[in-house]
């Protein structure tokens, strides 16, 4: 029992976590947490060793072939378990930093680029596939803002998380002026800068009508009540099911299925997704900024 409370404590938020990550993932990442935690690691470390893990297995997907593919996807493996293990050690070290939870972002996209350039390069380096290679990316990329705005909106209201696009945005950008007040910090504001950069990125793919929580906030009760479900929904599509089609695509050679699958039938759950978000904010009570 108390194992089992240590794991949940390693988790950000069970309604809010990817039923892969939930039920495999974080379980085992959750068991390397335990023997690494009595050593001097920190979660940095382990988001710089996944960016490591995550550049080689991008190498393999460049070289190409089944034998290069099954290492890739093996890299691929260790990246996410180093990548789930960052924040499992922050959570129960309790010394996770702004800048750590910055730098794991980082190294997510870092490689996932870097691996797309791979597969670009390692599936023949026409135009032809990486132009399918490019579309693909993009669309990943799009899949993982969308969950994350809507899970980190639904976390704002379930535990009281502030929303990044409240006062925590605020905080970031006042963080990132001071510390050009100040000078040095050359590290740390290269951080924050590329953070902010993505933020506004995801505001350009969830639209400016979230720009409306400015002057309405949802009432607590009834968002919560409406968007247990839909929150549940929008976790299938989550960064776990993208990398463990790539994985699996990889150790048998089918990365066209990968791909194409992205294209078609994630595409199409996320369109999906999208009407039923929109639909499911629009029955949604509000109230006005300072009206109780």
């Given at each position: 029992m108390k194992l089992f409370e240590e794991y949940k404590r390693s988790l950000k938020h069970i309604e809010a976590e990817e039923p892969l990550d939930l039920f495999f993932y974080r379980i085992v990442s959750f068991i390397f947490v335990k023997i690494i935690l009595p050593l001097p690691i920190t979660?940095?470390?382990?988001?710089?060793?996944?960016?490591?893990?995550?550049?080689?297995?991008?190498?393999?997907?460049?070289i190409g072939g089944s034998e290069a593919l099954i290492a890739a996807g093996v890299f691929y493996s260790l990246y996410y378990l180093f990548d789930l293990s960052d924040g499992q050690v922050a959570r129960l070290k309790k010394n996770g930093t702004r800048v750590g939870r910055i730098i794991d972002g980082i190294a997510d996209y870092v490689t996932h680029v870097s691996i797309f350039i791979g597969l670009g390069i390692g599936l023949g380096n026409t135009a032809e596939t990486w132009i399918l290679v490019i579309i693909t990316l993009i669309c990943l990329m799009a899949h993982v803002v969308l969950f994350d705005f809507y899970r980190s909106r639904y976390l704002e209201y379930t535990i009281g998380e502030v929303s990044l696009y409240g006062d925590d945005l605020v905080q970031f950008q006042e963080e990132y002026e001071q510390m050009?007040?100040?000078?040095?910090?050359?590290?740390?504001?290269?951080?924050?800068?590329?953070?902010?950069?993505?933020?506004?990125m995801q505001r350009l793919v969830i639209s400016q009508k979230s720009n409306e929580q400015n002057t309405r906030r949802f009432a607590g009760?009834?968002?919560?009540?409406?968007?247990?479900?839909?929150?549940r929904l929008w976790s299938v599509?989550?960064?776990?099911?993208?990398?463990?089609?790539?994985?699996?695509?990889?150790?048998?050679?089918?990365?066209?299925?990968?791909?194409?699958g992205i294209l078609y039938i994630i595409n199409a759950y996320a369109l999906i997704m999208i009407i039923i978000?929109?639909?499911t904010d629009k029955r949604t009570k509000f109230i006005m900024e300072g009206v109780n």
């Open positions: 979660p940095n470390q382990l988001s710089m060793a996944a960016l490591v893990m995550g550049i080689i297995s991008a190498v393999f997907y460049g050009k007040t100040e000078g040095g910090h050359y590290f740390d504001r290269f951080v924050f800068a590329v953070y902010l950069k993505y933020l506004s009760e009834d968002f919560l009540r409406r968007n247990k479900p839909v929150i599509m989550g960064s776990s099911l993208h990398i463990s089609l790539l994985i699996v695509m990889s150790f048998i050679n089918r990365i066209d299925l990968y791909l194409y978000q929109k639909t």
